[in-house]
């Protein structure tokens, strides 16, 4: 395969939380590469980070929180070092964002159309009229049905699916180089689900764009996904090609969790249980965040973090276990 | 044959829209549906929001009141019963929400949130109750100590084995499961998931499992029932529909589901489901399905299809073409 230019590159990101209870250290140096044109997977349970991941990147971390250390380059230029002013020209424009309940995100108060042509006029400058008419354009591109007259209505007159839709055609207008999607199809039915995922990978092969897709399904990563990270407890535990993930899984947790799903084994077993639960992130484990649960437990895990391995050509594991097979980083 | 514990005959749920004056339309909620449900078995129900799964289950539980149909509980009706009538029936009969956050009442205890079903039916009290308690919470993996905490001290997960301890309290037959594992991470509904099968296994339970993960249904349940506003439109055991899924909705439905295999994405899928399920409160006619059904022929749109056996108890309601 050709070598292929990184369009962002997060490098030993760490984010963390400063509560009342103590600092909740949600990112813990994670580092991942997203290709030009590629769908890359961020998949993890609730609270390991992925979701912090994507506020870091576009810079909404909110308070009490703050990215501590690490850098994030879009293209070459490194969005830590820019001010508030510089982000907002760089969020919805070069980066935009689909957020997984899109009945929360859409201001109940406009019209679809209006929300949709936003973007035109803040980044783009077009005249209003103009911009509406580009709006209905592109809502039409998201499969909406009659986009003239749809592009009146207010979000509670639209269905769960229509919404969704509208939200993508959204992040869509001003053709961004990267698209963060968290958990799109979460709230919506399978059928339904299906046709966003479509269309989402339908758009993305045409505009090209990168997407950076955040998940706790395993089959949504197997249908959509060119690169996966796993994450756990804010890091990342193992990073590969989709196909090698599901065929050869080597980190302990990616290896449980994939027999965890009630769809990976004949129906008559027991499902594979992860013994004991996720660690709080104030004061999370020492070493290894996952060795109070692994089956594989060394003398070194509790006291050492694993650097990430390269155990095969593009396979990234980040355990003991591998040590000395590849090169560390 | 294992005998039915539970029987649903026509039944039927409507849902009346009112303004201020008289009855401007109805939702189709559950329309016509005949359901046996074995002592000892598992019956899943899927289908997509608003086709009337939750709506059957409350119905066959008496939590909603019928239109019209019956549920026959242990060869007796039970529509016409007085509450009072109803208890034992309330007692035998128990529910596992799907949100474990807003259905554990926050100023409780957990002694009597787990405990309240055995006062209420007048089983045990006092110290007793709380023996009861802690046996409780030691079959659902949780520790005395936890008896008494408040809810908002548990994870959602420790959540949901908190409601099915008191699912569990009064000793029922049945448990209505809907969407009890929706709400939880992979690695926590894998441990809830078997815990489940190990108690129907211990105490002889009856499971309905509601959900809208397939995989999920197909792991729980013995027989499974396939629902489309309101109708029941395939009906079989676990292997006569996922294997050879016969209806073109419930073809449409597990072809939508994403497979864990990524070879399969580049795979042409073999049914498609364009457009969205239309409102219950005119529903389409004939075919519910029919405006978008792939295979879909002129008699659909003024025929009503009934549900006929294709075979070993396999039931379709689909005009065979």
Known sequence: MEARENLLVVDRLKTQFFTYGGVVEALDEVSFEIEKGEIFGLVGESGCGKSVTATSILGLVAKPGRVISGRILLDGENLLEKNDHEMNDVRGSRIAMIFQDPTSSLNPLFRIGRQVAEPYVYHQHRPKRQALKDATEILTKTGFPDADEKARNYPHELSGGLRQRAMIAMSLTCEPELLIADEPTTNLDVTIGRQILDLVKDLQREFGASVLWITHDMAVVAQMCDHVGVMYAGSIVEKTDVRTLFRNAKHPYTERLLRAIPSAVKSTDKLEEIPGSVPRLINPPTGCRFHPRCDYVMAVCSSVKPAEQEIEPGHWVACHRFAGEGEAT | ?321
């Open chain 2, 1 to 321: 044959m294992t005998t039915a514990l539970f029987e649903c005959r026509n039944l039927t749920k409507f849902f009346p829209i009112k303004n201020l004056f008289r009855e401007t339309g109805r939702v189709h909620a559950v329309e016509d549906v005949n359901l046996t449900i074995p002592e000892g078995g598992t019956v899943g129900l899927v289908g997509e929001s608003g086709c009337g799964k939750t709506t059957l289950a409350r119905t066959l539980l008496l939590l909603i009141e019928p239109t019209s149909g019956q549920v026959i509980f242990r060869g007796e009706d039970m529509v016409s019963r007085s509450k009072r009538q109803l208890r034992q029936f309330r007692r035998e009969t128990a529910i596992v929400f799907q949100d474990p956050y807003s259905s554990l009442d926050p100023r409780m205890l957990i002694a009597d949130v787990v405990g309240e079903p055995l006062v209420i039916h007048k089983v045990a009290f006092g110290e007793d109750r709380d023996n009861v308690v802690l046996s409780l919470l030691k079959r659902v993996g949780l520790d005395a100590d936890h008896m008494y905490r408040y809810p908002h001290e548990f994870s959602g997960g420790q959540r949901q084995r908190l409601a099915i301890a008191r699912a569990l309290a009064a000793d029922p037959k049945f448990i209505l499961l809907d969407e009890a594992t929706s709400a939880l991470d992979v690695s926590v509904q894998a441990k809830i998931l078997n815990m489940l099968s190990q108690l129907k296994a211990d105490l002889r339970l009856t499971y309905m499992f509601i959900s809208h993960d397939l995989s999920v249904v197909r792991h729980l349940s013995d027989h499974i029932g396939v629902m489309y506003l309101g109708r029941m439109v395939e009906y079989g055991t676990r292997e006569q529909v996922f294997d050879t899924p016969t209806h073109p909705y419930t073809r449409g439905l597990l072809a939508a589901a994403p497979s864990l295999d990524p070879n399969d994405r580049d795979r042409p899928r073999e049914v498609v489901l364009q457009g969205e399920v239309p409102s219950a409160v005119e529903p389409p006619s004939g075919c519910r399905f029919h405006p978008r059904c792939p295979d879909r022929k002129p008699g659909c749109d003024n025929v009503r299809p009934e549900l006929v056996d294709i075979g070993d108890g396999h039931l379709v309601a689909c005009i065979p073409g």
